[in-house]
């Protein structure tokens, strides 16, 4: 248990520095050049996007920690069976046993 918590929290620290990098507004000026707007605004909205995937990730990773701290870690939260170890190993936050995930794909 101690293991997979350790791996969580610093999934965690990785993922609030990557937030951080991907949060920068970048400096549009004022180009004349539209196709160099469009490009700008278009890398933008990509990094607006990875960094909404990282804060998912953030909150299903806070999630296990919480759980962890409250005793329920590792329960499916659909049948409440136990999440197998090898799976919680490859996917610490977990919310589904391996059946469940099968069932949802």
Same mark, same amino acid.
């Given at each position: 248990?101690?293991?997979?918590?350790?791996?969580?929290?610093?999934?965690?620290?990785?993922?609030?520095?990557?937030?951080?990098?991907?949060?920068?507004?970048?400096?549009?000026?004022?180009?004349?050049?539209?196709?160099?707007?469009?490009?700008?605004?278009?890398?933008?909205?990509?990094?607006?996007?990875?960094?909404?995937?990282?804060?998912?990730?953030?909150?299903?990773?806070?999630?296990?920690?919480?759980?962890? %701290?409250?005793? %329920?870690?590792?329960?499916?939260?659909?049948?409440?069976?136990?999440?197998?170890?090898?799976?919680?190993?490859?996917?610490?936050?977990?919310?589904?046993?391996?059946?469940?995930?099968? %069932?949802?794909?």
């Amino acid at each position: 248990m101690e293991q997979l918590k350790n791996q969580l929290e610093n999934e965690r620290e990785k993922i609030l520095k990557e937030i951080k990098e991907h949060k920068a507004v970048p400096d549009f000026g004022s180009d004349v050049d539209v196709d160099e707007e469009t490009d700008e605004s278009e890398g933008y909205g990509n990094e607006l996007a990875i960094a909404q995937t990282y804060k998912n990730r953030l909150s299903d990773i806070e999630t296990a920690l919480e759980k962890i %701290k409250h005793n %329920k870690y590792g329960a499916c939260e659909e049948c409440n069976n136990e999440i197998s170890f090898d799976l919680l190993k490859i996917d610490p936050e977990s919310k589904l046993c391996q059946d469940c995930k099968k %069932k949802i794909l």
